[in-house]
């Protein structure tokens, strides 16, 4: 797929190799061959567990560690389950044809040596996979967040070179008059008897003048009143609905009042 991510190949890929290279290698290891003459039954289900214990130290166990608390106790619960299981699983007796004879009782093989080596040893791989694919995925997301951002704000720059590009808005506060770009201008809110002015970067300006008179200071056509309490930049309009609206750079929707639906048309 073209938007498939690169971190989900990825781990396909070695999800690929684990399971039909380096599980196989480790179970080479030991004498797969004489295993299954003597206790094929044996063998096909110790493969399976081994595979199992991969898939959950790959995909459960981390998942459940990193969701929090409650789940945290969950996965420790089930790595001890697993660890107990192959406990049992290693005191069953696997004598072999040379062994039948022999006066003493069976003893603990290689076969059984062998649960505890390819537990841990599959476990351990999956478990390793696991969380650095988490890491993996974390970055990833941190990184698409900065994207979307830097692309709000590229759209947001655009929009306002078209619509409010060099003009600016001139507003009194105390003793001295403030010239802001409009293009800054993220929106505008009453508070108490004055308007107050939300800026980009900036700490909010709070004029002495109400949101009516300003809203008449500004240029007809590219700022609207949603609300008796909130005016704001057209070009920052990312999406409306019927009792509120998104804006380019602001995290919160802003209220639409309904005496002021008609300007949004």
């Given at each position: 797929m073209k938007n498939q991510k690169p971190h989900i190949r990825l781990e396909t890929w070695v999800d690929l190799g684990v399971c039909l290279v380096i599980l196989p290698c480790l179970v080479s290891i030991f004498p797969v061959e004489e295993w299954t003459v003597w206790r094929g039954g044996d063998v096909v289900v110790f493969l399976l567990w081994v595979y199992l214990c991969w898939y959950l130290g790959r995909h459960v166990v981390p998942a459940l560690l990193q969701a929090g608390k409650a789940r945290l106790w969950s996965g420790i619960a089930l790595l001890f389950i697993m660890t107990v299981l192959t406990f049992l699983m290693s005191l069953r007796k696997v004598p072999f044809p040379q062994d039948v004879d022999m006066d003493h009782p069976p003893r603990l093989y290689l076969y059984q040596q062998a649960v505890w080596v390819l537990y841990?040893?599959?476990t351990g791989i999956g478990l390793?996979?696991?969380f650095l694919s988490s890491r993996i995925r974390r970055l990833e997301t941190a990184l698409e967040t900065d994207d979307r951002k830097e692309a709000v704000r590229s759209d947001l720059e655009v929009r306002a070179s078209y619509a409010v590009a060099g003009e600016t808005v001139t507003v009194k506060t105390g003793y001295e008059d403030i010239t802001l770009p409009l293009a800054a201008i993220q929106y505008i809110e009453a508070r108490n008897n004055y308007a107050c002015i939300h800026l980009d970067?900036?700490?909010?300006v709070?004029?002495?003048i109400t949101l009516k008179a300003l809203m008449d200071l500004l240029p007809e056509g590219?700022?609207?009143?949603i609300h008796r309490s909130f005016i704001v930049p057209v070009h920052r309009i990312e999406s409306k609905r019927a009792t509120?609206?998104?804006l380019i750079?602001?995290?919160?929707p802003l209220p639409v009042g309904r005496a002021h639906k008609e300007n949004l048309k």
């Open positions: 841990i040893a599959a390793a996979t696991g970067n900036r700490e909010d709070v004029p002495q590219k700022f609207v009143r509120s609206v998104k750079g602001v995290p919160d």
